[in-house]
């Protein structure tokens, strides 16, 4: 029990000046926390009180500390920013007097090593922030506090395989591509489409763009040489490269993703290629040989493919310019159909039911067949 002095009142005779406020207090003990709660500045966290001194001087009053405001001088305070920050890293607590820390910092203070670990930031929302390619960006430390994590480094990903089944891709080291054919090894999240084409020494640079593909949507996505691809998109799945500009000065398109087979296979040719959507899907072969006895050595081929192929089969072929056979002697079962604004020659070939066997017959062993339908008729 404290026993007032001589001349003291036993209720609101103790005083603190606050900011040049003055507030009443029961019991002359009072910490900190108990001035800046008196005084309303909430959350206390926020705030550090100090003592004014004789003078400019001020001493700092810690949250715990107990001031005695019955002795002569101590009774005038005033409020300033905080001094320390708390926060947590796997629930262990932590304070700095740093306003801000990097994600590098704040792992080596609490003895963890950024070499095997990269922070993650938990925010109220639910949502994350992941510093794991920003170690030295500056974090802005809150008198509130704020929640990390650390989490161990994944020494390699492979993105084809997380991209198939679309899993979210963690933070690692280093990251497995697939450019065309080929697998690379690169060290970081992000790459340019320049650089995907370097990958495959594609010269010169600017004759060629690449495609990202993925596996919860048939349509491939055009990388813009200085666009920036982060690796770490969920269901991405490999990158392809085109031919920008072809002889005709056009632009290929991609508006639906054949299978890499057939990707490997028409790239193989040489020839330009082009996979349309309008009105159904269609692959575009230009340039494409004829063998003598025609009226052209070379047409632009349509095949159409359906929703279903590979396991769906490819029918029939259409032909522009439409052919026609220098001995005058006619082509038959032929019929026309506008496809890209032009008139194809649409043969009418068909295989017997049941011929087509799903994952062995693809747009080679369709195009073979065609190359005989067109040889063949030659002979009639």
Known sequence: MTIPLQGESMLHDYKAIID?????????EVTGKDLLTKAGKVPIECHSIYQKLHGCDFELIPMNEVVDLRNSGIDRFQVKEPVVFHYLINKDPETTESKHLTATEILQLAGIDPNEYYLVQLQSSGSKIVYAFDPHKSIQMVCTG???????????????EYGKTCKEVPPAKRYRIKVDKNYHIVNSPYITGKQLIELEHKQPIENWDAYKFYSNQPKPKKVGHDEIVDLTEKCLVRFVLQPKEQKDGRVSRMDFTLPEE????????GLRWE?????GLW???????????????TVQIALMISPNYPAAE??????????????GRTISALSYQIIDGRSFQRWS??????????GVDNVQTHLTLVDNWVLNDLKR
């Open 20 to 28: 040049d406020i003055e507030y009443q207090f029961e019991k002359p």
């Open 146 to 160: 704020l929640h990390f994590i650390s989490e161990p480094w994944v020494e390699l990903v492979d993105i084809e």
């Open 262 to 269: 057939d990707i490997e296979f028409l790239n193989n040719l």
């Open 275 to 279: 996979a349309l959507s309008n009105a």
């Open 283 to 297: 692959l575009l072969i230009y340039d494409y040989p004829i063998p003598e006895g025609y009226n052209t050595s």
């Open 314 to 327: 490819i029918d029939m072929a259409y032909f522009f310019p439409a052919l026609q056979k220098k001995n």
């Open 349 to 358: 070939r068909h295989r017997e039911p049941g011929e087509w066997r799903p």
